[in-house]
């Protein structure tokens, strides 16, 4: 009688010690879903606080202290999961942690998905997202947005046995992976109906989750051309070592914007907080680091909502 | 024998009335329920967070019926080979050549064990492990040479994707099935003469299906909401479509309970067909009075009916 009580102890105190160890530890695993959004965050120094800047900070993020970023972290080398496995690098990284340090406050940031991340900033759930979003027009109806930076979107493809395309207008009749929701699909999606209404074939236009998902239609030959801004598809092409090739012209060089709620008073802080980066040459070594030097844009060319399409 | 007891008749009982047991406390449970249910529905349909009007304007948005016919095609595609394959998975599982079994046994752990949404990768990006499928002589010459993208297109993937890994599911439901039917069955089929397949066919499935339909139809309820999980690599089903509009509209929640309400719809459907398919296969089984509601609330009624 007494013996199974004895064994029922054994694990009963193995579960009390592995409650006891996980509420110990810290439970920062991110995951891409749907909208829920897990933080992590990033490692490297925030520069020190400066005091012009942080007194634009509305008062409810000043006394919150962080400054919740989100990210969709599959676009290397802009954002994407450090070897660790759960923390958010990448050029909007650091660049956040460095906006958040001059404006004295301390930046989460959680890996998104995509498509969540301005449903989010309207929700309220998130105070600035960093994405490699492009500053349009119809996004501006949403979220208020610093340019920050300048990219255009290029086409990559197989290095062996891949398409060759002169530029987007010869994209008719051929098939291309996007990220869904990205302006690439929506460029896509048009040049697909200018072809149609050529009487060209029309382009087929391989939709996916993540830039993860994109690069594998084109290693697979599932879609014969990736199509994604232009930093990204150049360090894809870098880090697959010969694996895939950039083809074709840049499309529309058009400029980043950090997405902020409309209603936040946070652009201006933002604002600020760019331009001593940029003074400070903070702004230019970031960019050096990762590579993507050649999107750095002047002092003049940092506004609130300056899309060009 | 006195003559006073003579005169007097035997007072002749009176008529029982019989009356149900009294509960009142049901009809306090039931106010208390209905109060609460009320108080949800009202609280959802007033608030204006939901956007119901958005919700009006979407649900019989031509993408999002396109969306619905193609999560219907690829749940019934889905289980019918889900079916067919765990009938056949389910009894070589019962096979006395321990090769056939365990090939079978290996199939199950493999495709249970593995993640759907993996799986489904696997399938729709196969080109990168075998960009040709050679088909001839094992370990020999091969005579037909197939391009993997074009042998196995999106719909293609999306479906060997979803209806293997049900059928992994569907030989278990079916083993349990045929286990449940009485040993006796086969020892008679088996002194009558019939082979193994026969009694297979003719006397265990048929009983078998009484054990196999409800989770049979709980798998089909399941698959109607696993479809959507194609919509990651692509497959335009309802959840990709209502992805797509609220990626440009930004409505997420209005959409998601469009796409909520439409996945709702088709189960409930769901549910009335395996009424009917339980009623069929389980003629003659159940001895069970089936009890109407009423006689059921004044305590009178036998067993409720499954």
């Known amino acids: 009688m007494r013996t199974w009580r004895i064994w029922l102890a054994v694990p009963v105190s193995l579960l009390c010690a592995a409650a006891v160890a996980a509420c110990g530890s810290s439970s920062s695993s991110s995951s891409t879903s749907s909208t829920p959004a897990s933080s992590s965050t990033s490692t490297t120094a925030a520069p020190s606080a400066n005091a012009a800047v942080a007194k634009l900070v509305p008062a409810a993020i000043k006394s919150k202290g962080t400054l919740t970023v989100a990210a969709d972290a599959t676009y290397a080398p802009n954002e994407f999961i450090a070897p660790d496995g759960h923390t958010v690098i990448g050029m909007d990284a650091d660049l956040s942690n460095a906006l958040a340090g001059v404006m004295g406050l301390k930046a989460t940031i959680s890996n998104v998905k995509f498509d969540a991340i301005i449903p989010g900033l309207a929700a309220g759930k998130y105070d600035m997202g960093a994405s490699s979003f492009t500053d349009t027009k119809v996004r501006e109806k949403t979220v208020d947005f610093v340019d920050y930076f300048v990219a255009g979107e290029s086409f990559y493809t197989k290095a062996q046995g891949g398409t060759t395309i002169s530029g987007i207008a010869a994209l008719c009749g051929h098939t291309v992976a996007v990220e869904t929701t990205t302006t690439e699909q929506t460029d896509a999606q048009t040049q697909s109906a200018t072809c149609k209404k050529a009487g060209k074939p029309a382009v087929t236009v391989l939709v996916l989750g993540d830039q993860n998902a994109a690069n594998l239609a084109v290693a697979s030959g599932r879609a014969q051309l990736g199509f994604a801004d232009t930093p990204v598809a150049a360090y894809q092409v870098k880090k697959t070592n010969g694996q895939f090739k950039l083809v074709g012209q840049t499309f529309s060089a058009a400029p980043y914007g950090l997405a902020l709620p409309k209603k936040s008073g946070m652009a201006p802080a933002v604002l600020a907080a760019l331009k001593v980066l940029m003074s400070n040459g903070t702004y230019t070594s970031i960019l050096t680091k990762w590579g993507v030097q050649s999107g750095a844009i002047p002092v003049s060319g940092v506004k609130i909502n300056g899309a060009i399409s | ?306």
């Open chain 2, 1 to 306: 024998m006195s003559t006073s007891e003579r005169a007097q008749e035997p007072k002749r009982p009176e008529d029982i009335e019989a009356v149900p047991v009294r509960r009142p406390w049901r009809w306090v449970a039931a106010a208390i329920v209905l109060v609460i249910a009320a108080s949800i529905v009202r609280s959802v349909a007033t608030n204006r967070n939901f956007h119901w009007d958005v919700v009006g304007h979407y649900l019989f948005d031509s993408r999002v019926l396109h969306g619905v016919l193609a999560t219907l095609y690829l749940t019934a595609i889905a289980m019918v080979i889900g079916t067919v394959l765990g009938v056949l998975l389910a009894v070589m599982r019962r096979s006395p050549n321990p090769i056939v079994s365990g090939g079978s046994w290996l199939y199950i752990w493999f495709f249970r064990g593995t993640p759907l949404l993996v799986q489904l990768f696997f399938w729709e990006f196969i080109a990168a492990l075998y960009s040709t499928i050679d088909i001839g002589v094992p370990f020999g010459p091969s005579f037909i040479h197939l391009h993997s993208n074009s042998v196995i297109t999106l719909f293609g993937a999306a479906i060997l994707g979803l209806g293997l890994n049900e059928g992994a599911y569907m030989a278990e439901i079916v083993r349990a099935g045929i286990i449940s039917v009485d040993e006796g069955q086969t020892e008679a089929a088996q002194s009558l003469g019939l082979s193994r397949l026969q009694t297979m066919r003719r006397i265990v499935l048929p009983q078998a299906m009484r054990v196999i339909l409800p989770p049979t139809g709980n798998e089909t309820i399941s698959m109607l909401k696993n479809t959507s999980l194609v919509s990651v690599i692509g497959y335009a089903d309802l959840l990709f479509e209502v992805q797509q509009i609220y990626g440009a509209t930004y409505q997420t929640i209005p959409l998601l309970i469009v796409a909520s309400i439409w996945y709702l719809a088709l189960t409930s459907v769901a549910y009335v067909g395996q009424y009917f398919l339980e009623r069929r296969f389980g003629r003659g089984f159940s001895r069970a009075e089936r009890a109407t509601m009423r006689a059921r609330w004044l305590g009178r009624g036998g067993v409720t009916a499954g």
